[in-house]
Every structure is written in structure tokens, then in C-alpha cells.
């Protein structure tokens, strides 16, 4: 008698029977029993008792396409008993959520001696990952926590809520911050990191439209701005499982400014004229560069800042 583990226990008798007694449990998911089958079929080829944990299979060494083989001294009948599962077909390809079993059975007869033999035939190996270039789908969106208790500091719950698409557009007085947050969606490995390169405004949807202005460069607050970008550190919490796969910074809010029309020349960098510089009552749109990165010895992900002195 052989025991395969707790899933397959398998007995050769000396008149010239197989006994195979099949775990529902050998596989996980658990094996469907009602599937198993051998090589051939036949009356004596289905289960001669089935209980909620076990399937017994019991058929001369002649029957269900057992094949038979000879060695010096030794007569070794053979077969192979494997499950079905079920395949779900798409118009580009192919699944399935099912376990696969397989299993070769030997009953080997030496003169007067008998041997059980249960050979474990595994499935392929799982593709390796694949990593290559691909759509990335994230969000951007402005938070708009509140305090609601004295001593409470407005950045600590700015990102606690968000707007929703029906509150844009949204009124902001000028230099009153404005919360950003950048989220990776559709993706659960809490190995990848959520990387952003450039991020910029524009005063229209357009993101290569005119005029612009940087908010980050590299991942880093722009340096030329006098009321700079300042990036928000992302805890872990119930909103948030992968902190990784958000991004957060903080501007001041501003609006673009155009040469007017009336003395375009004098538009220059710097210009204190009034009457050559014209603001605009325009929207600002919001833009960033994003990437995934997976962090290894050489890097870590996270952009390399300098430290300004004020």
C-alpha cells in the first residue's frame, strides 16, 4: 500500500486489483472528484464510493486504459488519473479559475512481491513576471478636509476627503493652499511606487497650452517660485492601504498673467508698469508626469530634493 501524503493513498492487491482513495482536498481550490477520470473509460472506471471528502476507485490492473509494461524480472502495470476543469473563453484569450490534478499510479509485481508506485505529475510552472511598457491609469484630486476642533492644523486634515466632480469648478482666494493628491488606480502590489516627474498648470485643459507654470520639476518643488511647492508626506489609514501609490504636494494659489493688449511691449520679466501686465480671470488646470517605480538596492523611488535655506 502506498500513501501519497493525506491526498492519495493507493493499494495493489494480490489479485490483481487497484485501489485508489482520492483526497477533495489534494488540490486548492479544493479538486472537483465528480471530474477525475483514467486513462480509459469503462463500467469499473468511476468511483465505487464517494463521501464529502473522498472518492474510492477500484478496477482490475487490465481495466481503464491501464498500460502495461515489462522489466527484467518485473511487471508494472501503469495509468494516469487526472481532473477536468473548466475553461472560459474571451475574445482575446483564455481562463481558468479551476485546480488541476494529475497523478501516475503504479502497481509493480516481482515475483511474489507486490509494490504500489504513485508518481506526482505537477503542473507548469507559472509564467514569469512580465515588465514592460503599458497604460497606467491614475487620478488627480484636490482634498478639502476641514478642521472641526480647536487646535486642529488644516494640513493634518486637508486629505481626509476630497471634492467630487460635480464641486469644480472650485473658488480659491489667491496664496490660500491648494491640496493635491495624485493616486495610482487598479493596482494592489504594495511594492510599486507611485513616481511623479513634472507637474504644472496651465489656464486652460489643454496641458501643452501657453502660459504654464511649474509646480514640480523631477519630483521637487520649483525652485524659482517664490511661494514654493511643498510635497506632503502620505500615511497608511483605512482610505489609504497602499501609501506608496499616492502622492501629495501643497501649492498657493495663483493666477496667470498676460501681456495687455493695448502695450504688449512692455510685458517684459519683472515689469512693475500696470498697464503692460493684465491678469486673467481664467480657470487653472493642473497637470502632472507620472511613472511606476519598483524600489531595489540602487534606489529607493523618492526624488532627490535639495534642502533650500529661506
Excluded at 503692460?276 to 480657470?283: G, I, R, S, V
Aim: hydrophobic letters at 35%; a negative charge.
Amino acid at each position: 500500500m502506498c500513501y501519497y501524503g493525506k491526498a492519495v493513498t493507493l493499494q495493489c492487491t494480490k489479485d490483481a486489483q487497484i485501489i485508489i482513495v482520492v483526497a477533495r482536498d489534494a488540490t486548492l481550490p479544493n479538486v472537483d472528484l465528480d471530474s477525475i477520470s483514467f486513462n480509459g473509460d469503462g463500467q469499473d472506471c468511476g468511483p465505487v464510493g464517494t463521501t464529502s471528502a473522498f472518492a474510492i476507485y477500484q478496477f482490475p490492473v487490465t481495466g481503464c486504459g491501464t498500460v502495461l509494461k515489462e522489466e527484467p524480472g518485473v511487471i508494472i502495470y501503469e495509468n494516469r488519473m487526472s481532473s477536468l476543469y473548466e475553461v472560459a473563453a474571451g475574445p482575446y484569450g483564455m481562463i481558468t479559475r479551476d485546480s488541476q490534478y494529475e497523478l501516475i499510479v503504479q502497481c509493480k509485481y516481482i515475483g511474489s512481491t507486490i509494490l504500489a508506485l504513485a508518481v506526482e505529475v505537477g503542473p507548469l510552472p507559472a509564467p514569469s513576471p512580465v515588465a514592460a511598457p503599458g497604460p497606467l491609469r491614475v487620478e488627480l484630486r484636490l482634498g478639502n478636509g476641514q478642521c472641526a476642533s480647536k487646535g486642529c492644523s488644516e494640513e493634518d486634515v486637508a486629505f481626509n476627503s476630497f471634492y467630487m466632480d460635480t464641486d469644480y469648478p472650485i473658488t480659491k482666494v489667491l496664496r490660500d493652499p491648494v491640496y493635491v493628491e495624485v493616486r495610482m488606480l487598479e493596482r494592489t502590489d504594495p511594492n510599486l511606487v507611485l513616481t511623479l516627474g513634472r507637474c504644472w498648470a496651465t489656464s486652460n485643459p489643454h496641458a501643452h497650452s501657453l502660459p504654464q507654470w511649474d509646480l514640480l520639476i523631477n519630483g521637487c518643488p520649483y525652485e524659482d517660485d517664490r511661494y514654493q511647492t511643498t510635497l506632503a508626506h502620505v500615511n497608511a489609514s483605512p482610505n489609504v492601504l497602499h501609501p506608496s501609490h499616492h502622492r501629495r504636494f501643497v501649492l498657493k494659489m495663483f493666477r496667470f498673467v498676460a501681456a495687455a493688449p493695448s502695450n504688449p511691449g512692455k510685458a517684459g520679466k519683472g515689469s512693475s508698469d500696470p498697464s503692460a501686465l493684465m491678469p486673467l480671470n481664467e480657470k487653472v488646470f493642473i497637470h502632472c508626469d507620472t511613472a511606476v517605480c519598483h524600489p531595489n538596492l540602487g534606489t529607493n523611488c523618492e526624488p532627490r530634493c535639495l534642502r533650500m535655506s529661506k
